[in-house]
């Protein structure tokens, strides 16, 4: 079981900068081969932000994020997402996640097992 929890969300106005933080921990964390970010606005569907294999080695980004977004991770299990140039559409929760699966489709949902609880962000205009 990989166990990750976020932290660093808040409130910013619009061309500002927030980082997030996801710790992944738990008894199988060396099982879990990627870390991936999602977001969900109000009365929106679940978007995928961008992921970052537990090697470090692919990073991987929504187009709406690109150029604005950095994900990184250090040794400690902890991953980051840099969120610049922050935009009122960037509002929503945003969440961590693992995956144990190798080989799929790191942009999907589905390929993510363990979930955070997800942290706040908003966006004033």
């Known amino acids: 079981q990989v166990q990750p929890v976020e932290s660093g969300g808040g409130l910013v106005q619009a061309g500002g900068s927030l980082r997030l933080s996801c710790a992944a921990s738990?008894?199988?964390?060396?099982?879990?081969?990627?870390l991936g970010w999602f977001r969900r606005a109000p009365g929106k569907e679940y978007e995928f932000v961008g992921f970052?294999?537990?090697?470090?080695?692919?990073i991987d980004y929504a187009d709406s994020v690109k150029g604005r977004f950095t994900i990184s991770r250090d040794n400690t299990n902890t991953m980051y997402l840099q969120m610049n140039s922050l935009r009122p559409e960037d509002t929503a929760i945003y969440y961590c996640?693992?995956?144990?699966?190798?080989?799929?489709?790191?942009?999907?949902?589905?390929?993510?097992?363990?979930w955070g609880q997800g942290t706040q962000v908003t966006v004033s205009s």
């Open positions: 996640a693992a995956s144990t699966i190798r080989g799929t489709n790191y942009r999907a949902r589905v390929a993510y097992g363990y």
């Open positions: 738990g008894p199988t964390v060396a099982s879990a081969v990627a």
């Open positions: 970052i294999s537990w090697s470090g080695g692919t």
